[in-house]
C-alpha cells in the first residue's frame, strides 16, 4: 500500500485542519488506518486509529475530543483536528496495517505532513 498524507500547514492555536491520507496499491477496504505524529525531539505517538469499515475508532487520550478520524469508500482517511494547541505542532504520519492498535507496528507508512500551531 502506498500513502500520501496532505493538509498540514500553520494555524494559530484554536483552530482546525483536516488532513487526508490517500492510499493507492492495495484494496483500501482491508486495512485498518491510523495516525501517528512526532514533535521536534520527540518520539513518534499513536494519534489514532479507525478500522476497516469505519466502526471502530481509538484515539490517544491527549486528543480524544477534540480530533476525529474517519475514512471514505474509496481510498482515503481523514483527521479532522479541532481546537489545535501549540503542543499539537509535529510531523503528521498516515499508516495502514491489517490490525487496529495504537503502537506504531503498522506496515504501511506514508511520508508525513507537517502540521504548525502557533500560540
Known amino acids: 500500500v502506498q500513502l500520501q498524507a496532505s493538509g498540514g500547514g500553520l494555524v494559530q492555536a484554536g483552530g482546525s485542519l483536516r488532513l487526508s491520507c490517500a492510499a493507492s496499491?492495495?484494496?483500501?477496504?482491508?486495512?485498518?488506518m491510523g495516525w501517528f505524529r512526532q514533535a521536534p525531539g520527540k518520539e513518534r505517538e499513536f494519534v489514532a486509529a479507525i478500522g476497516r469499515v469505519g466502526r471502530n475508532t481509538r484515539y490517544a487520550d491527549i486528543v480524544e475530543g477534540r480530533f476525529t478520524i474517519s475514512r471514505d469508500n474509496a481510498n482515503t482517511a481523514y483527521l479532522q483536528m479541532n481546537s489545535l494547541k501549540p503542543e499539537d505542532t509535529a510531523v503528521y504520519y498516515c499508516?495502514?496495517?491489517?490490525?487496529?492498535?495504537?503502537?506504531?507496528?503498522?506496515?504501511?507508512w506514508g511520508q508525513g505532513t507537517l502540521v504548525t500551531v502557533s500560540s
Open positions: 499508516a495502514a496495517d491489517l490490525i487496529l492498535r495504537s503502537t506504531d507496528r503498522y506496515e504501511y
Open positions: 496499491g492495495r484494496t483500501f477496504g482491508n486495512y485498518v
